[in-house]
């Protein structure tokens, strides 16, 4: 952690959570994280439970992120879901380039751009994922890979665009595995993340750039990795499904 930075910490649901089942776990969550004040605290349901948990956590300290979004406006694009829909139902965040959307949905650097840019021009704050795979790492990679997405990922931004958003390192070996990077693996991609963001733009963006680190974050490990200085959050998947292991998480110390 760093004292400029404040730090954000986001559950991300993926495919999982009724809207009845979300309702039940937000009515846990907010007493259990309502005292917070020093760090963000982001909840990403899917699509279909948005507009209960937005509900819910109206006038809380909790912020509602969606997972994905589609580039354009609107239009004839079946199954797809527009910024502006996102933002009537309360959405302050979207998720946009998870490893999962990558491998399982063809989504591409110039993809991720697309709707980085969308979520921007629209007012929605993105938090754009990169991260490498096993096989990539082995081969000797991963800094090719990291400037690869960070750079393609940002194109076209413009500086003041740039503050807005917040990066997620998540090393794909590392996602769902119970196999965390350790707090000096993730750092040192931070620290990479943060002088690819300075090359692009300047010393003052990149330190203002906000990095979660994600992959197997757990409220026994959370700790150790946002004590590492280019550590700046966690976007969290399994743990963050159960509202104990969440507040847990979300009141790091
Ligand atoms: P995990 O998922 O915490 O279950 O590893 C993290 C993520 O994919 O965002």
């Not at 000797?140 to 890979?145: A, C, T, Y």
């Not at 917040?166 to 931070?190: C, F, M, R, S």
Request: charged fraction near 25%; aromatic fraction near 6%.
């Amino acid at each position: 952690m760093h004292p400029k930075r404040r730090p954000i910490i986001a559950g991300n649901w993926k495919m999982n959570m009724t809207a009845t089942q979300a309702k039940e776990l937000a009515s846990k969550l907010i007493p259990l994280v309502a005292a917070v004040k020093d760090r963000d605290i982001v909840l990403g349901p899917p699509y279909t439970a948005l507009q209960t948990v937005s509900e819910m956590i109206k006038g809380t300290n909790i912020g509602l992120s969606a997972q994905n979004l589609h580039w354009e406006d609107k239009g004839a694009f079946t199954g797809e879901i527009s910024a502006e829909m996102l933002l009537d139902l309360g959405c302050k965040y979207v998720i946009i380039g998870h490893s999962e959307r990558r491998q399982f949905f063809g989504e591409t650097d110039e993809t991720v751009n697309k709707k980085v840019k969308q979520a921007l021009k629209k007012g929605l704050l993105p938090i754009m994922c990169v991260g490498e795979t096993l096989t990539e790492r082995e081969a000797g990679k991963l800094n090719d890979v990291i400037n690869r997405q960070v750079t393609g990922g940002l194109k076209d931004l413009s500086a003041d665009d740039m503050k807005k958003v917040v990066i997620a390192y998540e090393p794909v070996w590392a996602i769902g595995t119970g196999k965390t990077a350790t707090p000096d693996q993730a750092n040192e991609v931070h620290a990479l993340i943060r002088q690819k963001v300075q090359s692009l733009y300047s010393a003052e963006i990149a330190e203002g750039l906000r990095i979660q680190y994600g992959g197997s974050v757990t409220p026994d490990n959370v700790s150790q990795l946002m004590a590492k200085p280019d550590i700046d959050g966690a976007l969290v998947g399994g743990a963050s499904l159960k509202p104990e292991s969440f507040a847990a998480l979300v009141n790091f110390k």
